[in-house]
Every structure is written in C-alpha cells, then in structure tokens.
C-alpha cells in the first residue's frame, strides 16, 4: 500500500502543537503496517551533529535519521529528547518517529566543505537507525555511502537485524574506510527481553546477526547495556549471555549498569511497578541519589562480570567516551595532512573508491528484496558465497529511490 493515501490531513497536525510549527515538516503518515505508530517527515537542516567530548578527544559527531524509536525500551536514555518537540518521553516516543527524509542529502553537502575534517561518525549513539521504519524509508545507505565517498570513517550501533540487509555496501565501504560495528543484547531471557523492549528483534535474531556480520569479515562488539539491577545481573544470566555472544562470534563485550535520567526514571518505573513491584523498593533506594547506580554497585557488578569475560575466552571493548557508541578504529592515528583528524584501516587517507561515486542509484537495494512491510528478504538466515557474489551487482540496479517516490512531487526538486 502506497503510504500516500495514508497521509494526516492539515486539520490534524493541531493534536501535536511543537511538531506542527515545524518549518520543515512536510508530512504526517499512518500505514497499517506499523499499527499506532506516525512517522512525521521532515527535511533536515543539518545531517551531523558535534558532541562535545569527555577525554583526550576534543569531540565526537553523530547522525540520528531518526528521532523516537519503536523499539520502545523502557530504559532508553534519548527518551527526554522528544520532549523538545512538546512531545512526551513516554509513549510518544515510542510511536511519533520523526524522519529525516532528506538526511543522506543533506549529509553529502556538509561532507564536502573544506572544512570537514573526516572525523569518525557514529550513528546509533541516540535512537535506533535500523528500527523498523527503515525498512521503509531506506535512509541508512544513502548514508553510509555519502560517509564512504568522503573517507569518513563510520560506526554503528543497533539493536536491528536489518543491519544484514546492508552487510554488502558495508563491507565495501570497508575497503575505503574504517567502518566498526555493535549489535545492542542487554537481555538474555525471552520473556523479560519482550517485556522491557517489546519492539525489538529478539535476542536469538540479534545473535545471528552477530554471526553474519562476522562471517562476512567485520568485526561486531556486542553491548550488555544496560545490565539491570536485581533482573539480569545475576551470575547465572551473566554467564548465559557471555556463552551466547561468544558463540555468535562477538569481537568483545561492553557493558554497564542502568543510569536512569530524568524523563527516563519515571518511564522504567512505571513498567517496574507493573511486571515486577517486589523490587521497586530496591531501585527506589539503588537510584536515590541519582541517574546512576551507586559507585558500590557498579564495583560489584565489575568484580562479577570481569572473571566470566574473561572465562568465556571475551574481552572487554572500548567505549567512545564522547558519543557512547562503540569506539572508533580510526582513532588514535593522525592522518598525514591532517593531525585534527585520526584515520586506520584499508584505503584511509586515499581517495574513495568510485563505486561510491555513482549517487543514490549505485547503491539502492533491489526492492524486490524486501517483503510487503519493509523487512529484509535475508533476515534470519546467513548470507552465502553465493549471495556475496550476486548482490554486489545488484547495486547497479538503478531505480527510483524510496524517498523521491514517497514525497509529493513538488518537493522532489528541494531534496535531489
């Protein structure tokens, strides 16, 4: 079903009053596909963001194609960011996903100032570039292709299986540019895992995407974020998730307890009273000082986890102190000519490959490979030798782009 006849009428953009004065709202859309849920799309002014940094980096920078998650984890952190929009961090950032319809566009023009120094760029860091809407709206690889044709390095944490059906572009982009990977698992049993993240994929999907992503050469960290308090910090669900995550073929473990901001704090309570109010005295008490658990907790939590990381053969990745994303590889060495800027892995430093070079058209992924509601056709199982021999070819398939196709004609020429 095309999403044009599912379009809000003018009348109704009254009910969201922060997102309705938006300059750059062009449109609001309801499908049946993604019961409850509108996704807003705007046209974006600016692509990158500059976050300011909390170690010998000065900075880090980030994109967020989205904003709001329909993952809909109860202890998201970027929950308070919807509020900016009068909306609240509750449930309406779980189902008013604004779209930056725009943003690889948007993207290719700030990465070709002078001025951009290549630094590494991490999406994932706020909300979820691979939920669910991106199997519609296809924002990722216009994205990861513009990072690529500049010499950016990249890095992408998710909780998303979708991230398989760009396994290919990103293993290419790898030959140019370093590109660094993290699937987000903090739950290891089934019936919470559903619970606390009920729009999700679930633990054993991300595992294999694990797998896959490993199989085709990158490396893939896996986040135990958050670890929570009473619930999965115990040393048999420790022990489980570590045994899993090293099977999948994790490269290392990060993990973390709970911190619960404000905006964020009243949300996980309110589902804690509800599935699990024996233990709303304890966290009362654990974050009664603050978003973050006592500094006595997370030296216990450590003294248990350390010794099972290590016993499963892991080790514990590296953080990226200023964007919370997985850390770069390309930091650490300064790129000749450049020393503002840190740059490693294959082809950096050089000019991009010119597969990178062919726009949207080079890099769009055949539409007859994905099912009705957007979803990859490959998810779930490995992709084969023969599919890395096919699909590379597949990406010369020209054809019209989702964005241009969804937009109302007349905005086509503001976009392209």
Known sequence: MRWSAQELSKEQTGALPGLARLNNLVRSVRTPAFAGITFHEVLAKSALNRVPGQSAMPFGWTINPYRGCSHACSYCFARPTHTYLELDAGKDFDNEIIVKVNVAEVLRKELAKPSWGRHPVALGTNTDPYQRAEGRYRLMPGVIAALAQSGTPLSILTKGTLLRRDLDLLVEASEVIPVDLAMSIAIYDDELQQAVEPGTPSTAARLATVTAVRERGLDCSVFMMPILPFLTDT???LDAALRQAKAAGASNIMYTALHLRPGVKDWYLQWLARD????MPRYQELYAKGAYAPKEYRIWLAAR???LIRAHGLE????????????????GRPQPGNPGAAASGPGYGQDPSSRFAGGRSAVAFPADDRDPIGRSASAGRTLSSADAAVRPAAYARTRRSLIEEELPPELAPTLF
């Open 276 to 279: 699990h109010p024996e233990l």
């Open 316 to 331: 514990r990745g590296r953080e990226d102190p200023a964007t919370g994303g997985v850390r770069s590889s390309a930091l």
């Open 305 to 307: 986890i350390k010794p």
């Open 235 to 237: 040393k048999a669900h």
